[in-house]
């Protein structure tokens, strides 16, 4: 099954600075890669996501980038801010076609801790 | 759009003892989720359903976990009996379709603890 390792566990940094976390996947079909974003007490929330074949996407601070070839994507959070400190996971998951009716199972990374200090 | 409504928010409960976690998938969402996140193995799938009916328990633990989904607007988890390593937070999350353009939407979630 699909394996998903993620990285750094923790990063804290100033804000207005910016955060990049990297995840790897193992199972080549996989052609989904959303980003969640978990608040204390809340559960995780879809904050951007990526298909197979796109190579970046960008939504006002946070972008992300996907390199099929070597298994990997990132996310990017410039100019950080106090508000942006939660725990972000990555996920992968291959969705067969737009109309399937098998679902994509999402694996997901272990988390990262992302503090922002003002 | 109320969200996916999960209740109880915590659960204390002793060794043995049968716990019921409950939620209420967002209204229209055809697909419904239960997680379990720690902080040892992440978050985890543990089963999820189609139109009420189950297609992937894989995840389910162990047979003390039993989940059912009654109708398009509730599902339990069981476990029965529980045990200390059960303690965990349990996710519901619902979904409207298995395309891209399909996120899944979590409750907030309910804190098991067993002691």
């Known amino acids: 099954g699909e394996n998903v390792e993620q990285h750094p566990s923790t990063l804290s940094v100033q804000e207005g600075d910016s955060a990049v976390i990297k995840c790897t996947y193992s199972d080549s079909a996989s052609n989904y890669f959303p980003w969640y974003k978990q608040e204390l007490g809340k559960g995780p929330q879809l904050i951007i996501d990526?298909?197979?074949?796109?190579g970046e996407k960008k939504d006002q601070r946070i972008a992300v980038t996907l390199n099929k070839t070597a298994k990997h994507f990132s996310l990017h959070i410039t100019e950080t801010q106090p508000e942006d400190s939660a725990v972000y996971f990555c996920?992968?998951?291959?969705?067969?076609?737009?109309?399937?009716?098998?679902?994509?199972?999402?694996?997901f990374g272990q988390g990262t801790i992302l503090t922002v200090h003002p | 759009d109320a969200g996916v409504i999960q209740s109880p928010r915590h659960e204390v409960t002793e060794m043995g003892q049968e716990v019921t976690l409950r939620c209420k998938p967002i209204?229209?969402?055809?697909?419904l989720f239960w997680y379990r996140q720690t902080m040892m193995r992440g978050l985890e799938l543990l089963i999820y359903f189609n139109n009420n009916v189950p297609i992937d328990d894989s995840g389910m633990p162990e047979d003390r976990f039993s989940a059912k989904m009654p109708n398009a607007s509730f599902s339990t988890l069981k476990i029965q009996p529980s045990e200390p390593r059960d303690s965990a937070v349990y996710f519901c999350a619902s979904s409207p379709g298995p395309s891209y353009n399909s996120p899944l939407h979590f409750g907030n979630g309910t804190r098991l603890t067993v002691t």
């Open positions: 990526i298909r197979s074949n796109v």
């Open positions: 996920a992968a998951s291959l969705v067969k076609n737009a109309g399937g009716t098998s679902y994509g199972k999402l694996t």
């Open positions: 209204s229209g969402h055809d697909y």
